[in-house]
C-alpha cells in the first residue's frame, strides 16, 4: 500500500487532482474534516465506493484519526481489492493535518 505525506496532499488538493476520503464513521467527519473530503466509513465502502468515486483510475487518498487508526490503510486495501488503481493513505490522518495548524472543516449532523 502506498502513502502520501501532508506535503504531497495539500499540493494535490490545490491542483484538484485527488479525490480524498475519511474513513470513518460519519459522526467524526461531521465533527471535521479535511476540506473538501467526502465521508466514506469502511463499512460502506463495498456499498458506496462506486457512488462517490466512479472513475476506478482516480487519484484517491484514504485518512482517519492519525497513525494509530488502521482505517486509511484498510479503506485503501479495500478500494485496491475493488479495483481502484491509485490509492494512497495519509497515514498522519485529522491529527497530522491539525498539528500543522490547518483547517478543518464541519459538517451536519446527517449524510
Excluded: F
Excluded at 465506493?49 to 485518512?63: E, G, I, K, L, S
Aim: hydrophobic share 40%; charged share 20%; with cysteine.
Amino acid at each position: 500500500m502506498q502513502t502520501i505525506s501532508r506535503e504531497e496532499l495539500q499540493a494535490e488538493i490545490a491542483a484538484g487532482t485527488i479525490v480524498v476520503l475519511e474513513a470513518l464513521p460519519y459522526n467524526y467527519y461531521a465533527d471535521g474534516h479535511i476540506p473538501g473530503a467526502h465521508s466514506l466509513p469502511l463499512d460502506e465502502i463495498d456499498s458506496r465506493a462506486v457512488n462517490v468515486v466512479p472513475n476506478r483510475a482516480t487519484a484517491v487518498v484514504t485518512y482517519c484519526t492519525g497513525s494509530s487508526c488502521p482505517n486509511s490503510r484498510i479503506a485503501a486495501e479495500q478500494l485496491s481489492k475493488l479495483g481502484y488503481t491509485d490509492v494512497r493513505a495519509y497515514e498522519g490522518g485529522k491529527e497530522d493535518w491539525a498539528h500543522a495548524g490547518l483547517p478543518l472543516e464541519s459538517a451536519a449532523v446527517t449524510p
